[in-house]
Nanobody, 121 residues
Framework: HVQLVESGGDSVQAGGSLRLSCAGS????????MGWFRQAPGKERDRIAS???????TYADSVSGRFTISKDNAKNTLYLQMNDLKPEDTAMYYC????????????????WGQGTQVTVS
């Protein structure tokens, strides 16, 4: 049973930093593609950072240079270090894991965490 549990969300002032964590169970994060998404009220859920098994990170333009995605395979945990936070970063943040099917990560296998709230004022 795949389970993802996010933590680390909080209310911070603009310019501050937070580190989000996503603990995985029921699977090995080193073998899947993982990512962070966020959803603000009234808006769609958008991918902001991804990391594959290399590991090779990719970022949305809105967070590039401020956020860093990483993972600790020994702890089976994904992280998102967020620096220089802005009010527009306010959202519910979710982690997700896409399993590999025939060597390629497939969106239809995606599992989600429950989310953690980040509020920047």
């Amino acid at each position: 049973h795949v389970q993802l549990v996010e933590s680390g969300g909080d209310s911070v002032q603009a310019g501050g930093s937070l580190r989000l964590s996503c603990a995985g169970s029921g699977f090995t994060i080193s073998s899947v593609c993982m990512g962070w998404f966020r959803q603000a009220p009234g808006k769609e859920r958008d991918r902001i950072a991804s990391i594959d098994s290399v590991p090779r990170p990719t970022y949305a333009d809105s967070v590039s240079g401020r956020f860093t995605i990483s993972k600790d395979n020994a702890k089976n945990t994904l992280y998102l270090q967020m620096n220089d936070l802005k009010p527009e970063d306010t959202a519910m943040y979710y982690c997700a894991a896409d399993r590999r099917v025939f060597g390629t990560c497939r969106e239809y296998t995606r599992s989600w965490g429950q989310g953690t709230q980040v509020t920047v004022s």
